[in-house]
């Protein structure tokens, strides 16, 4: 969206804009949300009270609507890992903000940043990839909508900035299918999505930031092509995210956005080479946990990175259980369950962090089988009490409802 600095006429705008911009590199940036939260909160919430009077006495006033809806998204920005409800309130306000924005000035770019804020609000109701509260047929609707109005809009643009904005809406609907169960729907629209971001010209200021988005798209592909069965499809796939993702990483390896990518990339070839190279997937496990260990005791609100490391541990515990390495299968899968545990203890809403909190679970259980069947049965357990009310409040997600249906399948196995 154009602009976001207050007026020269207006001392609260200023003001207003002096406390956003104070909050916006604490969190924000090339190095993420490394640190710097709840001063971040303490600022946004500083330039939401001065401008939300101004905008009530003035609904006409172009500059403070578009600042007030960058505010809101920062400060929902800044929520999401810690309180997902509160910020999915907060991108409903970003959203509100922008409709009026919209009606004052119609113009492509504030047309393409309402697409942003529906798909804002879309994530954070029950995208799989995020921190959601878990409705997963509201979160469709809201990212379709997004969809449409970006390819409406999107080649109004300057060349390039239009294909970003399409191609992360591609991305974002494909997790939807994904999650409603229709898989070949979202490889197809997972394939837009890498041709949108492949057509992008490298004169674009954020580059490096769009192909790290192209890296991603290839690591999500993978995901959806080894549920597909195209397990050797999805392992050159991860390979595409890896090499494109890797290399950025190595360059700046202070940005917490590409570290958790990194991780993400590893992880997803680890999995795909799981069953039939476990050797090498245990190889890169333990590469994405060492770079979320190495960088977690001195950034501990990084909770992307937290998250990342409980996957890259379940991971090891699964190829170390299939080697035969019953100390290190046992050591490692009972530390992600702490850590997707710690995940949910500070966001109980947060579905996302409760949905891994199962998986974890049903990976300690998988691993335990074979060791000790009696904990395998309490994991099982613990991962179907968690779930299983997941599934009955989200109708859609097909996610879900696998996932109950595998671990009622495991417990008749054991028993």
């Known amino acids: 969206m154009p602009g976001g600095r207050g007026s020269d006429q207006d001392p609260h705008a200023n003001l207003a804009w002096i406390y956003g911009f104070k909050g916006a590199p604490r969190t924000e940036g090339p190095h993420g949300s490394a640190g710097g939260v709840t001063p971040a909160l303490v600022d946004y919430e500083k330039a939401i009270r001065v401008l939300e009077p101004m905008v009530a006495a003035d609904v006409t006033d172009v500059n403070t609507q578009r600042l007030l809806a960058l505010t809101y998204e920062r400060q929902a920005w800044t929520l999401r890992n810690t309180n997902a409800a509160f910020s999915l309130e907060t991108h409903r306000r970003q959203l509100m903000a922008t409709e009026r924005l919209v009606r004052l000035r119609p113009d492509p770019p504030v047309q393409v940043y309402l697409a942003t804020a529906l798909r804002s609000v879309g994530e954070r109701l029950g995208h799989p990839y995020f921190a959601n509260v ?9 990212i379709e909508r997004a969809t449409r109005i970006a390819e409406q809009w999107a080649a109004k643009l300057p060349p390039g900035e239009g294909t970003w904005y399409t191609g992360y ?18 490889i197809a629209l997972q394939q837009r999505a890498i041709s949108a971001f492949q057509s992008i010209p490298s004169s674009l200021p954020n ?15 993978a995901n959806f092509l080894y549920h597909d069965g195209q397990h050797e499809n999805a392992s050159h796939s991860a390979q595409q995210g890896i090499a494109i993702i890797e290399p950025l990483f190595r360059q700046d390896p202070k940005s917490v956005n590409l570290r958790q990518h990194v991780m993400a990339a590893w992880d997803q070839s680890g999995y795909a080479w799981l069953a039939s190279d476990p050797r090498r997937a245990l190889r890169v496990y333990r590469d994405a946990e060492q770079a979320g260990a190495d960088w977690l005791p001195a950034h501990p609100q990084a909770l992307e990175i937290l998250e990342g490391l409980a996957e890259s541990r379940s991971g090891i515990a699964r190829a170390a259980a299939v080697l035969g390495d019953v100390k290190l299968a046992d050591e490692k899968s009972e530390e992600a369950v702490a850590n997707a545990d710690s995940l949910v203890g500070l966001d109980p809403g947060n579905a996302h962090y409760r949905f891994s909190l199962a998986l974890a679970y049903e ?7 074979k060791i000790k069947p009696a904990i395998a049965v309490q994991n099982y357990r613990k991962a179907l009490g968690t779930v299983q009310p997941m599934a009955d409040a989200d109708r859609a997600s097909y996610l879900k409802f696998r996932l109950v249906s595998d671990l009622r399948d495991r417990l008749k196995r054991v028993f």
């Open 134 to 142: 878990g409705n997963t047929a509201a979160a469709r609707l809201e």
């Open 169 to 186: 809406c591609y991305s974002t609907l494909a997790g939807m299918l994904w999650a409603e169960g229709d898989i070949k729907a979202a």
């Open 207 to 221: 580059w490096r930031e769009i192909q790290s988005e192209l890296g991603m798209t290839h690591v999500r592909m």
């Open 363 to 369: 990976y300690r259980g998988e691993v335990m089988e």
